[in-house]
Every structure is written in C-alpha cells, then in structure tokens.
C-alpha cells in the first residue's frame, strides 16, 4: 500500500489562524511539533485507554523539543466529562508548578480533547494547548473549531468555552486501533457533512463506505481531509456560532436529547447523532423541505454505517424538555438544523406537535 502524502488544512481566523496536519507517522515525529511554542513544560493529557497505546509514544517525541513532559492519564468516557475529573487536570497543571507557557496536548477522543482545551482555557486565564485526536469523530469535528466544554447533567458541554488550539495533528495511524463501534460512531460526523454542504461527497461517502468501514488508509484520509476543509471554511466564517456555523449540529439536538435522556456514555455521541440526523430529516419532510427519498436514502446510509436509525423510547415529552435547553434555543423555543434542499441546511423552529409525531414515528 503507497504511503499517504500528509495535508495541512488550515483554519482562517487571524492571529488565533492554525493548520489541520493530517497523514500517517505524525505522533512520534519530532518534527511534527517543530513549530509549536517553546515551554518548559509540556503535559500530555489522556485516558486509561489511550495511553497505553501511543502515550509513551508522543512523550518521547515531546522530549525533543520540551525538557520536560509529564503525562495525566484520565477516565476514559462520556460519564467522566465533568466538573470533577477537569479538576484532575488543574490538579496536576499546580501540584507540577505549570505556568503561563505550560503547554497542554490533548491525546485521545472528544472528551480529551473538550476537557484539555476547556482546562487551557481556564488555566491562568489561557495556556497553549494542541489537539491530538486518536478517534475518527474526533479528527473529523470535535478537535476542529475551538469549541471545548464538559458536560451539566441537564445538557451536553453546556459548560465550556470557544478556545483554539495551536495546531490539530490527525494520524491516521490511530485510527487502525479503534474499535469498530468507535468508528461508526466517527462516521456519523463524516456522514452530516453532505446533507449540510456537499452532496457529491455525501455520494463518495456511499460509493466507499465499504473501504472507510474496514479502514482503508486512503478512503480515512481523504473522508477526514474533505470533512475538515468543510468545517474550517464554516468556522472561518462563523467562529463563535452566531448563525452559520449552528448547521454543524446537524442531528445534534435530537442527539443530545437521547445522550442525556439515557445517561451520558449509554450511547456514544455519534451513534446519538446519526439517530438524530435521522429525525431531522423526517422533520425537513414534514415541514415539506425534502422530499421521501432524501430521507430513506440519508437513513440508509447511517444505517450501513452500523448505526441505529431507531430512537430509544424516552417518550416525546422527554425529548422536548432536554431540547429546550439544547444551545440553538432561544427563550425556551427549540431550533432544528434542518435540511431545505440537499446540500443546503438551515436553523429553523417547529411547532411541538410536530416534533413530538417525528419522535413517535423514529423511536424503536
């Protein structure tokens, strides 16, 4: 198999500008982190999972460029995203005398990736930080934009803060230890990107969906590189969520809703999603956005991809009720990312009636 060609996908927003490296080997190269800010101390922060795998590995590459590399190892899963293990961090951050250079390096899945950049966030009013993301759902989304949070038990990163990073370093060599339920939940976030902006690579995503699936090097790099050239150009417009950039929660606020009515981790946040871009897309139909066979073929495709299209029977009431306080609404009225031709997504408001039938006729 011919080695992939490493890609920079850089994201636009002035003197906070930063790049995507995506490509294989990256972890253990020195010279991936050449250009990052010099510290006396760098910490790596990571979970029980992750750190055995490729820990040591970035440690000794960090060593190279840092005197001194100290390594956190967290919980792993969504149940740990809170106020008590981010605490775990700032623990570490002053117990090792870190100061206002110390630099954070975020190794591991979504919930690595919102806590380090929430703690660099708040640590000393900011410290560097950069996103080294080992999941697919997290190369493809949560390490791109800035957006870093831990979770409320009443919603989803409902606490948290836009804060970018230095640099986003996606090896795909990761990728090749994850496991399968992992990354279909990744191929949801890769999945939305078509509905909202690009149906042709919405139709490449169903021609190798096959070769993603089983973790074709060339078909990973080219669904992560595209799926980040979509963000960066909506963050680069939009960065702190005031209008266009809300269309990346495409599925999202049926998806937390399921996150939070079973308790954060029953399900994983992708898998949460792709059932959610499901009932969005019955919700467009109703409202007379698209057409049946947009949503039998959008369901299909989330459904190859190993996820369920079948909400969990919360009840409708319940659903609404963790809705209204999902981040799009706006004095207690729910807003929908919804899709008003392929391709093209909107924010938009529905009537209660109306989505408590989507919930009723999409819940297993």
């Known amino acids: ?31 991936t982190w050449d250009k990052l800010p010099n510290a006396p101390m760098a910490l790596i922060v990571t979970n029980v999972s992750v750190a055995p795998l490729y820990g040591e590995q970035l440690k000794d ?11 956190l190892c967290l919980p792993d899963g969504e149940t740990f995203k809170t106020f008590e293990t981010l605490n775990l961090i700032f623990d570490q951050l002053l117990g090792s005398g870190a100061d206002r250079k110390t630099i954070l390096f975020a190794l591991g899945g979504g919930v690595i990736g919102d806590m380090t950049g929430f703690a660099a966030a708040c640590f000393m009013r900011g410290v560097p930080f950069v996103q080294v993301p080992t999941t697919l759902l997290a ?13 409320h038990p ?10 970018q990073p230095e640099l986003v370093v996606c090896d795909l060599d990761t990728l090749q230890t994850l496991p399968t339920r992992e990354l279909s939940a990744g191929l949801a976030e890769i999945i939305k990107y078509g509905p909202i902006a690009d149906m042709s690579f919405m139709q490449w995503i169903e021609d190798n969906l096959e070769l993603l699936i089983t973790k074709d090097v060339g078909a990973l790099a080219y669904a992560v590189q595209r799926s980040c050239e979509i963000k ?13 950039r809300a269309i990346l929660n495409f599925g999202h606020t049926f998806g937390h809703a399921i996150e939070a009515g079973l308790g954060f981790g029953v399900w994983l946040h992708g898998e949460a999603v792709g059932c959610g871009m499901v009932m969005a897309a019955h919700l467009s139909h109703k409202l007379g956005l698209v057409d049946e066979a947009f949503v039998k073929r959008l369901t299909t495709l989330i459904e190859r991809a190993g996820l369920p299209v079948k909400g969990p029977k919360l009840g409708a009431q319940e659903y609404i009720e963790h809705m209204r306080v999902d981040k799009k609404a706006q004095a207690g009225h729910i807003r929908f990312v919804l899709i008003n031709a392929p391709g093209q997504a909107q924010v938009m408001g529905a009537e ?12 297993a």
């Open 154 to 163: 009443s919603g989803k990163n409902m606490i948290g803060a836009f804060y």
């Open 1 to 31: 198999m011919n080695a992939i060609n490493p890609t920079l996908v850089p994201i636009q927003l002035g003197e906070r500008s930063y790049s995507i490296y995506i490509g294989e080997g990256l972890l253990g190269r020195s010279s």
């Open 139 to 151: 190369q493809v989304d949560s390490s791109v934009g800035g957006k870093t949070a831990i979770n």
């Open 61 to 71: 590459a960090l060593k190279q460029k840092y005197s001194r590399v100290e390594l």
């Open 352 to 363: 209660d009636t109306l989505v408590a039938q989507v919930i009723d006729q999409c819940c």
């Open 232 to 244: 960066a150009s909506v963050v680069g417009v939009d960065e702190k969520e005031g209008g266009l």
